[in-house]
């Protein structure tokens, strides 16, 4: 399974879609997630916005569409309305079978517990800055608690947690790299396994760093 995760606010949905033709694998066998940006929020906006990715990379659907941030960007709007508003546009989506799950990214525990009152269907990812630096844990607990699957970016903060001492300390330890024992830390795969101590090493390492956006004040 071959996992492209992009954006339309990343603009490269032509180009993928051609590397994904000139690939010549079939379409069964990748996974494709694409984000709407707050611009296309609104129902028809959406569904629009939706279809027109799709056209751009010539799929007929999308594995997991996610809504990329929780504010409208649309001063004197209530995002709450235009969340609720946009997410039945995606519900839609996934009932004619053009998104086959959909998602959020960025938001937070009220964003999502605002979403469950007004909405029906429980979004079926978070997608969530997630590092040593960026340990959310009480929105993992609130995620999983609802069923929603958390899922990590940028799982090396852009960089920045591969020239830290700890983490430095402890690839020496293992003979990886940084970037092995970040991920291993996140997921826990690569056929080596962090002992605790060094778990709760990186697990201390939390200073609530954001390397992308940070979405504590979307209301
Ligand atoms: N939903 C959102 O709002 C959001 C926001 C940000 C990212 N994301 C998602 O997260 C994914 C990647 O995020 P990210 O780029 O921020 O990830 P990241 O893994 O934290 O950072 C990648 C950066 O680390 C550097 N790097 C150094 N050593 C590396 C190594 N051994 N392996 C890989 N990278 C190394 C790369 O530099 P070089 O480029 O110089 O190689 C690159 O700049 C994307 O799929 C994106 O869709 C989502």
């Known amino acids: 399974m071959r996992h492209m995760d992009t954006a339309k606010r990343y603009g490269c949905e032509e180009k993928l879609g051609e590397a994904i033709r000139e690939s010549g694998i079939p379409r069964s066998e990748l996974w494709l997630t694409n984000k709407l940006w707050p611009g296309d929020y609104g129902y028809k906006a959406a569904k629009k916005a939706c279809l027109d990715s799709c056209s751009q990379m010539g799929v007929e659907y999308f594995d997991l569409y996610l809504m990329h941030w929780p504010g409208s960007m649309r001063p004197g709007c209530s995002n709450r309305e235009l969340r609720a508003e946009t997410w ?8 004619e079978g053009v998104c086959r799950a959909i998602g959020v990214s960025n938001f937070l525990v009220h964003h999502l517990q605002q979403l469950k009152e007004d909405c029906s269907i429980v979004p079926h990812v978070n997608q969530v800055e997630y590092h040593p630096f960026q340990q959310p844990n009480h929105l993992m607990e609130y995620c999983h608690q609802e069923g929603i699957v958390f899922e990590g970016y940028s799982p090396l903060a852009k960089g920045q947690a591969l020239n830290d001492p700890t983490v430095l300390q402890i690839a020496e330890k293992y003979r990886r ?3 092995q024992i970040c991920i291993r830390w996140s997921i826990q795969v690569f056929g080596f396994q962090l002992e605790e101590v060094d778990m709760a090493a990186l697990g201390g390492l939390h200073d609530n760093r954001h390397v992308t956006w940070d979405p504590t004040n979307v209301e």
């Open 177 to 179: 790299t940084p970037a």
């Open 88 to 95: 039945r546009a995606l519900e839609e989506l996934y009932k």
